[in-house]
Nanobody
Framework: QVQLVESGGGLVQPGGSLRLSCAASGFTFNSYAMNWYRQGPGKERELVARITTGGGSTNYADSVKGRFTISRDNAKNTVYLQMNSLEPEDTAVYYC?????????????WGQGTQVTVSS
């Protein structure tokens, strides 16, 4: 059974930091690129950060570059999102996503999401 379980969300003041974690099970974690998405109130879901299978390459949305860092530990089947200098605009539900494409098809797994609220 595939599971992605996010944790680490919460309420933080502007300028603060949070570290999100996503623990994966039920699939070959190190064969999947891992992504963090978010969906703010009244907004569409957007890609925040992406990391390749081995962790050697990362990409970020322009809105979070220089503030957020994605990383993964393939030994622990876990992906992280370190969020610094948080702004009210970062308020959203953050989702972990596992993605792989091969000759058999396109595979996408999602977590249930964790709420991040940035407010004074």
């Amino acid at each position: 059974q595939v599971q992605l379980v996010e944790s680490g969300g919460g309420l933080v003041q502007p300028g603060g930091s949070l570290r999100l974690s996503c623990a994966a099970s039920g699939f070959t974690f190190n064969s999947y690129a891992m992504n963090w998405y978010r969906q703010g109130p009244g907004k569409e879901r957007e890609l925040v950060a992406r990391i390749t299978t081995g962790g050697g390459s990362t990409n970020y949305a322009d809105s979070v570059k220089g503030r957020f860092t994605i990383s993964r530990d393939n030994a622990k089947n876990t992906v992280y999102l370190q969020m610094n200098s948080l702004e009210p605009e970062d308020t959203a539900v953050y989702y972990c996503n596992a993605h792989r494409t091969d000759w058999r098809g396109n595979y996408n797994y999602w977590g249930q999401g964790t709420q991040v609220t940035v407010s004074s």
